[in-house]
């Protein structure tokens, strides 16, 4: 069974750019997350979608915006972007909303912004 | 709100050691509670879980036991190798607003 996956693996752009990243979920899974690794800084919750739904978005401005599309893959949306978003961006699935389930990651698309 | 706060690392270690990384939150109610662990050049992967009090969830050699009373969720292993090299991340997730709360992450080299 194929795992989370994520394109592009690397991405370059200059500041004021739009970079979109994308995101399969393991079939079956209905729920995708988003979260921005940058250096130092851990994991951040980034978005939440879940049967075509937002559903809760972290701290992040409104530049940062996605969407998930019917067969339930995400694109991740970043407008007049800025040197500290570079960063990895993780995408995860998760089978449902139980809060017993685990997520599950894709390996990542790096976004770097000159 | 919800958070978590987990050891400072970079944390090196002479194979064979006993390895521990603390890991404590902050919650509503009682979370699930996940570490979660980063290879080298690959992707986040559960490592182990424990969803309720008194639990101990084990993998690979590691186990961590959820604490109510203190609220913690300590990674140990008794005797790491050089393969445990990793970033570890605790992650506690909540009841309410589905959301994974992650730590900062654990860097660990195991040197032989």
């Known amino acids: 069974e194929a795992g989370v996956t994520q394109s592009p693996t690397h991405l370059i752009k200059t500041r004021g750019q739009q970079a979109t990243l994308r995101c399969s979920p393991i079939?079956?899974?209905?729920?995708v997350y988003w979260y921005q690794q940058a250096l130092g800084l851990g994991l951040q919750f980034l978005l939440w979608?879940?049967?075509?739904?937002?559903?809760n978005r972290g701290n992040f401005p409104p530049r940062f915006s996605g969407r998930q599309f019917p067969n339930y893959s995400s694109e991740l949306n970043v407008n007049a972007l800025e040197l500290e978003d570079s960063a990895l961006y993780l995408c995860a699935s998760s089978l449902d909303r139980v809060y017993t389930g685990e997520l599950f990651f894709g390996e990542g698309s790096r976004l770097t912004v000159l | 709100g919800d958070s978590v706060t987990q050891m400072e690392g970079p944390v090196t270690l002479s194979e064979e050691a006993f390895l521990t990384i603390n890991c404590t939150y902050t919650?509503?109610?009682?979370?699930?509670l996940f570490w979660y662990v980063q290879y080298p050049g690959e992707g986040l992967q559960l490592l182990l879980k424990a969803t309720k009090a008194d639990d101990k969830g084990s993998n690979k050699g590691f186990e961590a036991t959820y604490r109510k009373e203190t609220t913690s969720f300590h990674l140990e292993k008794g005797s790491v190798q050089v393969s445990d090299s990793a970033v570890y991340f605790c992650?506690?997730?909540?009841?309410?607003?589905?959301?994974?709360?992650f730590g900062t992450g654990t860097s660990l080299t195991v040197i032989p």
């Open positions: 079939s079956g899974h209905t729920s």
């Open positions: 979608y879940d049967e075509g739904e937002e559903r």
């Open positions: 919650a509503t109610g009682y979370p699930s």
């Open positions: 992650a506690p997730r909540g009841r309410t607003g589905n959301q994974f709360y």
